[in-house]
């Protein structure tokens, strides 16, 4: 599976323990992250994480244009909680798209943790035959 993780700056610490909880989990699939918080993990975890560029300068429009594209199949986004905050533009094209395209799409770590054991039991199978990038249809295209 292909997951992008994102982690306003005030949540990366959140998202660092979390993945060091999830480590075993996440080590079987293909991460991708905004480039802070991508180091910021990997250097807890030692996971490996392609990144992108930081979510300031246009890493969060990558993963969303990954997302539009179909190629990502999970999402662990880390907002901040701040009552003051406006939603950013980019964090609103995100969530559409991920509605768009039934990704599933975790703001908080409740809502992650839950994910998370969906996908160790195996419940985002199906998106094995959505995906384009997956294995299932590059083995199907090399195929013709």
């Known amino acids: 599976m292909e997951i992008a993780i994102i982690a306003d700056d005030n949540k990366k610490e959140l998202m660092a323990q979390f993945c060091i909880a999830y480590c075993g989990i996440l080590s079987r699939h293909h991460l991708c992250a905004t480039h802070t ?3 910021y993990i990997s ?4 996971l490996e994480i392609d990144t992108v560029m930081p ?4 890493g969060t429009e990558q993963i969303t244009a990954r997302i539009s594209y179909n190629e990502i199949d999970l999402v662990f986004y880390f907002k901040s909680t701040e009552a003051d905050r406006e939603p950013y533009p980019s964090e609103l094209d995100l969530m559409r798209l991920c509605d768009v395209h039934n990704i599933p799409v975790a703001t908080n770590i409740a809502t992650a943790e839950v994910l998370v054991t969906a996908l160790d039991a195996g419940s985002f199978d199906w998106r094995k035959f959505v995906n384009p990038r997956s294995e299932y249809n590059q083995h199907k295209r090399a195929a013709f």
């Open 55 to 58: 979510g300031s300068v246009g």
């Open 43 to 46: 250097d807890a975890t030692g």
């Open 37 to 39: 918080t991508g180091k």
